[in-house]
């Protein structure tokens, strides 16, 4: 089992939709929970992070975390052509020193116009 | 403010070369990661330096190994190179802030291809 998980996608949206991305991790004691971008060609960009349980958002972006369920989502409301790029789940675990982060594989979102 | 520097951005090597690669950290920032990221393994974390010392390393073979400098810009080393070892190799750097919300800044990365 990987420490987290993604499903790869593609997911395909329409554009104005929401877009709903999951994401479960193996250490319950994982501490802090950070969405990243990416786009094809380019390095990761940080869409936000969360680190209490419930919801936060920003923008047309909201993340949910799930402690006792081990999980997190991001959903992103209104999508847009520009949404379509690889979103990646990472996590920093309660056994990993100084800023280690532990990436999901990504999932691929698609929005058509 | 400057973001976080890479260089160079491509290179290509042959098999049994070495290769080093440079970081320049955002200005303040003194923790550097390094991740390797394939299209098949995804985004893997190398090491991550802070204050001239290894804090962390990943499952990674000697081969690869790094440093960082007292100005916080770090370097990554492959020796040997191996064609498994073509990738993107990201260099990510934050402040080292007590609370649990330490966020990774990414560089654009080194793109590297072993012939």
């Known amino acids: 089992q990987k420490e987290v998980e993604q499903n790869s996608g593609p997911l395909s949206v329409p554009e104005g939709a929401i877009a709903s991305l999951n994401c479960t991790y193996s250490?319950?004691?994982?501490?802090?929970f950070f969405w990243y971008r990416q786009y094809s060609g380019k390095s990761p960009e940080l869409i936000m992070f969360?680190?209490?349980?419930g919801d936060k958002e920003d923008g047309r972006f909201t993340a949910q975390l799930n402690k006792a369920s081990q999980y997190v989502s991001l959903l992103i409301r209104d999508s847009q052509p520009s949404d379509s790029a690889t979103y990646l789940c990472?996590?920093?675990?309660?056994?990993?020193?100084?800023?280690?982060?532990?990436f999901g594989g990504g999932t691929r979102v698609l929005v058509k116009p | 403010k400057a973001g976080v520097t890479q260089t160079p951005r491509y290179l290509i090597k042959t098999r049994g070369q070495q290769v080093t690669l440079s970081c320049s950290p955002i200005s303040g920032h003194r923790s550097v990661s390094w991740y390797q990221q394939t299209p098949g393994q995804g985004l893997q974390f190398l090491f991550e330096y802070f204050s001239e010392t290894q804090r962390n390393k990943g499952n990674f073979p000697g081969r690869f190994s790094g440093r960082q400098f007292s100005n916080s810009r770090s370097e990554m080393n492959v020796s040997t190179l191996e064609l498994g070892d073509s990738a993107l190799y990201l260099c990510?750097?934050?402040?080292?802030?007590?609370?649990?919300?330490?966020?990774?800044?990414f560089g654009a990365g080194s793109r590297l291809t072993v012939l």
């Open positions: 990510a750097s934050s402040l080292d802030l007590s609370s649990g919300a330490n966020v990774l800044t």
């Open positions: 250490d319950r004691g994982s501490q802090s």
């Open positions: 990472a996590v920093r675990m309660i056994k990993a020193a100084g800023n280690k982060l532990t």
């Open positions: 969360i680190y209490s349980n």
